[in-house]
């Protein structure tokens, strides 16, 4: 059982998390016809949509209060309401998602408050969804901010109904956690299918920022959860959050609507995907699909391979909750060792980590704890410690902007656990030390070493005449 500490410095040196108005603004980017909108100065939506664009190489739908310093002081409502008016009409969004930032924060803007007394001034927004969420960038994370806006969206558009009300047996919801990338809810929705079940997602990013090409130009996100789907969510049989983080927006969408949620902290590695196909051929009363039984066979063939590579390899870890516990203990059950595990905000999973400490802390952090690993997984701003370090980088997570398919890289089912092993174990056989006939070469001074030596045991064992 790890025990989980919080670094001691001042500030952080080279930083691992990313904020929270981040993790909200990306969570509206899977829902349908949304526009999202951070509410605070222009700086703060710049660098948001420059680490979206770098890491997803698309267009991104981001939007801004623009406060400026009068503003913050003297209160939001004008600047709020202006960018509410003008998205409405330039854009015609179906849902507008509002998260604050740390300036409003400080103030204390009743962002609430302010949206009911525009929709008192502006009757002609009425059909349009308007959901804010409270998500200060000087405190949490990344994570907690996609947590929290999940959460708003099924209390903002899940109708309340009684727990004995009509259920759809083959309607499952899926709250995929912020770790998960498009790829991964694509390849989830794959396994899903294979049951003969209707899977909903929230939030969707395999339908929005999958890469594909629109036939017209949208300035809203392209696909996603639709609003008519949050609302049906009410009637599914079951819910399947994956992600310790998703517990919150599982909690909440049981206790609006009755529907019963299974949790799974991770879907990499061999027994927690036995676990979910399990757990859908019960609940679709359908045996499990050849294909996926043969996904299973080719992943632990893998594992078999791939273990003599892992073996007492060390492996140095820094991301965020769910992700390094999943990526973790992957790497523990594949038979390596975690020398450092680095991560940005509490979490109930990271005591479950197979370590002594893992420690809420930076990039600078993991580098220390890094020295004389045999591998270093983080995101790209982690690319210098690497370099400095002699250690290889393997990009785990988001921002991942040095590389190119970063949408689609695949950590969660019997396919994507078995390419880790193969991308993994790859960069271990990269690193090791193949033998050439220099190796075998000796140099002058042991050859006439060894030569002497030779020549006066010769000289012993020669008998005397």
């Known amino acids: 059982m790890a025990r989980v500490e919080t670094t001691k410095k001042a500030c952080a040196v080279n930083p691992l998390k990313m904020s929270q108005p981040i993790g909200g603004a990306l969570a509206f980017m899977g829902v349908q016809g949304c526009m999202p909108l951070l509410h605070g100065s222009q700086g703060c939506t710049s660098f948001g949509l420059v680490l979206f664009v770098r890491h997803f190489k698309e267009a991104i739908p981001l939007q801004t209060t623009a406060m400026s310093e009068v503003a913050?002081?003297?209160?939001?409502?004008?600047?709020?309401?202006?960018?509410?008016?003008?998205?409405?009409?330039?854009?015609?969004?179906?849902?507008?998602?509002?998260?604050?930032?740390?300036?409003?924060?400080?103030?204390?803007?009743?962002?609430?408050?302010?949206?009911?007394?525009?929709?008192?001034?502006?009757?002609e927004l009425d059909h349009m969804g308007?959901?804010?969420?409270?998500?200060?960038?000087?405190?949490?994370?990344?994570?907690?901010?996609?947590?929290?806006?999940?959460?708003?969206?099924?209390?903002?558009?899940?109708?309340?109904?009684?727990?004995?009300?009509?259920?759809?047996?083959?309607?499952?919801?899926?709250?995929?956690?912020?770790?998960?990338?498009?790829?991964?809810?694509?390849?989830?929705?794959?396994?899903?299918?294979?049951?003969?079940?209707?899977?909903?997602?929230?939030?969707d990013l395999s339908g929005s920022l999958d890469g594909h090409l629109p036939e017209d130009f949208t300035p809203t996100t392209l696909g996603g959860t639709s609003r008519e789907t949050m609302a049906a969510m009410g009637s599914a049989a079951w819910?399947?959050?994956?992600?310790?983080?998703?517990?919150?927006?599982?909690?909440?969408?049981?206790?609006?609507?009755?529907?019963?949620?299974?949790?799974?902290?991770?879907?990499?590695?061999?027994?927690?995907?036995?676990?979910?196909?399990?757990?859908?051929?019960?609940?679709?009363?359908?045996?499990?699909?050849?294909?996926?039984?043969r996904q299973r066979g080719q992943l632990v063939d893998a594992m078999l391979d791939g273990h003599f590579h892992f073996g007492g390899k060390n492996v140095a870890v820094g991301a965020e909750p769910d992700l390094?516990?999943?990526?973790?203990?992957?790497?523990?059950?594949?038979?390596?060792?975690?020398?450092?595990?680095?991560?940005?905000?509490?979490?109930?999973?990271?005591?479950?980590?197979?370590?002594?400490?893992?420690l809420i802390g930076d990039l600078e952090d993991l580098e220390m704890r890094a020295k004389g690993a045999d591998l270093l997984m983080t995101h790209s701003h982690g690319?210098?410690?690497?370099?400095?370090?002699?250690?290889?980088?393997?990009?785990?997570?988001?921002?991942?902007?040095?590389?190119?398919?970063?949408?689609?890289?695949l950590t969660v089912g019997y396919r994507g656990t078995r390419s880790l092993i193969f991308t993994v174990g790859n960069m271990?056989?990269?690193?090791?030390?193949?033998?050439?006939?220099?190796?075998w070469r000796r140099s002058d001074e042991d050859v006439h070493h060894f030569g002497g030596e030779a020549e006066r045991e010769l000289v012993q064992l020669t008998p005397m005449a």
């Not at 310790?244 to 529907?259: C, F, I, N, P, S």
């Not at 203990?329 to 980590?353: N, R, Y």
């Not at 271990?428 to 190796?439: G, L």
């Open 324 to 358: 390094l516990y999943a990526i973790g203990s992957w790497l523990t059950e594949m038979g390596a060792h975690l020398q450092a595990a680095i991560t940005t905000t509490q979490s109930p999973v990271l005591e479950k980590l197979e370590i002594e400490e893992v």
């Open 72 to 123: 913050t002081v003297l209160g939001g409502l004008e600047n709020v309401e202006e960018a509410i008016v003008n998205i409405a009409k330039r854009a015609k969004p179906e849902v507008i998602g509002i998260c604050s930032t740390g300036v409003t924060e400080t103030k204390g803007d009743d962002v609430d408050g302010y949206i009911q007394l525009i929709r008192q001034r502006h009757p």
């Open 130 to 203: 308007i959901v804010y969420v409270s998500t200060p960038d000087f405190k949490d994370a990344f994570q907690d901010g996609w947590e929290k806006t999940v959460a708003k969206l099924i209390e903002a558009f899940v109708p309340k109904s009684e727990a004995a009300a009509p259920r759809a047996p083959q309607r499952v919801n899926v709250l995929p956690g912020c770790h998960l990338t498009p790829g991964d809810i694509d390849e989830l929705r794959d396994i899903i299918e294979a049951f003969g079940l209707e899977p909903a997602f929230l939030p």
């Open 239 to 293: 819910t399947i959050a994956v992600g310790e983080q998703m517990r919150l927006a599982a909690t909440t969408l049981e206790q609006r609507a009755g529907v019963p949620f299974v949790l799974f902290d991770r879907l990499t590695g061999l027994a927690p995907n036995d676990e979910l196909v399990a757990f859908l051929s019960r609940i679709s009363g359908r045996p499990v699909p050849l294909k996926l039984k």
């Open 383 to 409: 690319r210098q410690a690497s370099e400095r370090l002699g250690v290889p980088l393997f990009r785990l997570g988001l921002p991942n902007f040095d590389r190119l398919g970063a949408g689609h890289e």
């Open 428 to 439: 271990f056989i990269a690193q090791a030390h193949e033998p050439d006939p220099d190796t």
